[in-house]
């Protein structure tokens, strides 16, 4: 059964950058597309950016585009969201899931526990 377990969250500042990333066990990542969602308290979750299990198909959201970049290493299991010229709006709970490849809708709804975000001066 796939595992997954994301980390490098933490308090930034506006216009700093983290990198977050997407440990799998339990079953080898290359055969998953993969999703990265955020959550903020009181609002709804939202899909940021998502890779085919190659990582030759990416899909990012507008919220994003131009400042976070979702890569992937299948020989480390790992999935990783490289966030830039991070906004206050950004902050949530960031987590990753297993995806129908090319979108959004999770094939499960199990997730971990994420990792947060917090962007604030």
């Known amino acids: 059964q796939l595992q997954l377990v994301e980390s490098g969250g933490g308090l930034v500042q506006p216009g700093g950058s983290l990198r977050l990333s997407c440990a799998a066990s339990?079953?080898?990542?290359?055969?998953?597309?993969i999703g990265w969602f955020r959550q903020a308290p009181g609002k709804a979750r939202e899909g940021v950016s998502c890779?085919?299990?190659?990582?030759?198909?990416?899909l990012y959201a507008d919220s994003v585009k131009g400042r976070f970049t979702i890569s992937r290493d299948n020989a480390k299991n790992t999935v990783y969201l490289q966030m830039a010229s991070l906004k206050p709006e950004d902050t949530a709970v960031y987590y990753c899931?297993?995806?129908?490849?090319?979108?959004?809708?999770?094939?499960?709804?199990?997730r971990g526990q994420g990792t947060q975000v917090t962007v604030s001066s």
């Open positions: 339990g079953r080898p990542l290359d055969t998953y597309a």
């Open positions: 899931a297993p995806v129908v490849p090319g979108t959004f809708i999770r094939t499960t709804q199990k």
């Open positions: 890779i085919s299990s190659s990582g030759g198909s990416i």
